[in-house]
Structures are given as C-alpha cells and as structure tokens.
Nanobody
Framework: QVQLVESGGGLAQTGGSLRLSCAHS????????NGWFRQAPGKEREFVAS????????DYADSVKARFTISRDSAKNTVYLEMSSVKPEDTAVYYC????????????????WGQGTQVTVSS
C-alpha cells in the first residue's frame, strides 16, 4: 500500500520561501508521476505542479510558474516543492499525490493522496 506523507508547511511572509517534501513508503512504487495540489478555504482543490518518475516531464500551473519548482530524489523516494516569492493567495493546504498517467492535471487522474500540509502566507 503506497503512502504519501507531506511535511515542510508553515508560515511565511510575502516574498519569502518554503520547501515542501513528500515521502513515499509502502513497498514497490507503482506511480509514474507525482503531483502537488492545493486547496484554499472555500475553494476547490487545484493542480499546482507535477513531475514524472524520471523527471523528464514537468508541468506547472500558470499561477505558480517561475515561482515554484518541483523536483524529486528517487534514492530517497521523496518529491519536493520549492516555493519562492510566495503570495497571500498561495495560502492553502498542499497535497502530494501519485498517478500512473503522464502529465496528469485532474484530481481523478491521481490514485494516491497524502493528508496535506498547511501553508500560510502573511501579507
């Protein structure tokens, strides 16, 4: 059973940085792509970024492009989301997810989900 555990959330000031981590566990990993989603209070969960198993395909939502960087360390079974130049509108619960699709952006394309980590950006 694949498990995804996020960490690294917290409080940041506008213009600051945070790094989120997503650790895989639970035996042989069947996912092809890992993604990050976020959900702000009262809003739907939205796609943030995704990275394929070999890091060859990386995809970003327009709202975070050039500010966030997704990466993975396969030896550590960990995926990262480097957040820089953060804004108050980046405040949300961030979720790590796993998919066997290529360049998935829809929630329905992801099979595995973490519990989420809170990111709060103060103005």
């Amino acid at each position: 059973q694949v498990q995804l555990v996020e960490s690294g959330g917290g409080l940041a000031q506008t213009g600051g940085s945070l790094r989120l981590s997503c650790a895989h566990s639970g035996g042989a990993l069947q996912t092809y792509t890992n993604g990050w989603f976020r959900q702000a209070p009262g809003k739907e969960r939205e796609f943030v970024a995704s990275i394929s198993w070999n890091s060859a395909m990386i995809d970003y939502a327009d709202s975070v492009k050039a500010r966030f960087t997704i990466s993975r360390d396969s030896a550590k079974n960990t995926v990262y989301l480097e957040m820089s130049s953060v804004k108050p509108e980046d405040t949300a619960v961030y979720y790590c997810a796993g998919s066997d699709r290529a360049r998935p952006r829809q929630i329905s394309e992801y099979r595995y989900w973490g519990q989420g980590t809170q990111v709060t950006v103060s103005s």
